[in-house]
Each structure stands twice: as structure tokens, then as C-alpha cells.
Nanobody, 121 residues
Framework: QVPLVESGGGLVQAGGALRLSCATS????????MGWYRQAPGEQRDLVAV???????NYADSVKGRFTISRDNAKNTVYLQMNSLKPEDTAVYYC???????????????WGQGTQVTVSS
């Protein structure tokens, strides 16, 4: 297993901002897409934003114009800048990477441990 290590969650007031980071902690042969998902209590895990190796971005409608995803390929790191946060953004945020640690294994999804984001009204 090649873990993804997340950081940057926390408690913020509505209208505030947070920046999440996620990096691989082991050697990686290749990473395809990277992204962020979130899961609120009692809800399914939903896509927030994804970014391809070449930098193409895709966002959930609920976060368009407020969140920005970016990545640093040299550091195997993906970021999520979250602005104008709303109470409904409260959830556990999970980093995802579609990658393969070595050339002898296929691409598959890897997940971080999750980081809590809480937005108070």
C-alpha cells in the first residue's frame, strides 16, 4: 500500500477558507488523475473535484466558483483551495489518486485517511 497523506482540515466559520493538501508518502511510478471527495454523516461519498495529469479540472456543481484544485506533479501532491465555505460543505474530505506504484502493477484507486472539515454558521 502506498498511502496518501492529507492535511489542512479544521474548523472555520462560514465565509472562511481552508486549503487541503495530499501527498504520496512512498515511491510512485506514475499518477494519472488526482482528486478530492467528501462524505457527510449518513451520506454517500461524492466527488468534489478532480484534476488530470495535464491539468484539466472538473468540479461538482455545488463547489464551482468557490473551490480550486491544483497539483504539483514533481511533488506528487494535490491541493484543494476552498473559499467562501458554507455549513453544507461540512464533511470528511478524502484524497484520491489513480496511480500505480511500480510498472509491474496496474493502475488503481488509492485513498487517503480523510480529514474533517467543519464549517460553522
Amino acid at each position: 500500500q502506498v498511502p496518501l497523506v492529507e492535511s489542512g482540515g479544521g474548523l472555520v466559520q462560514a465565509g472562511g477558507a481552508l486549503r487541503l493538501s495530499c501527498a504520496t508518502s512512498g515511491p510512485i511510478f506514475d499518477i494519472n488523475t488526482m482528486g478530492w471527495y467528501r462524505q457527510a454523516p449518513g451520506e454517500q461519498r461524492d466527488l468534489v473535484a478532480v484534476i488530470t495529469r495535464s491539468g484539466s479540472e472538473n468540479y461538482a456543481d455545488s463547489v464551482k466558483g468557490r473551490f480550486t484544485i491544483s497539483r504539483d506533479n514533481a511533488k506528487n501532491t494535490v491541493y484543494l483551495q476552498m473559499n467562501s465555505l458554507k455549513p453544507e460543505d461540512t464533511a470528511v474530505y478524502y484524497c484520491n489518486a489513480h496511480m500505480r506504484p511500480s510498472p509491474i502493477v496496474p493502475y488503481r484507486d488509492y485513498w487517503g485517511q480523510g480529514t474533517q472539515v467543519t464549517v460553522s454558521s
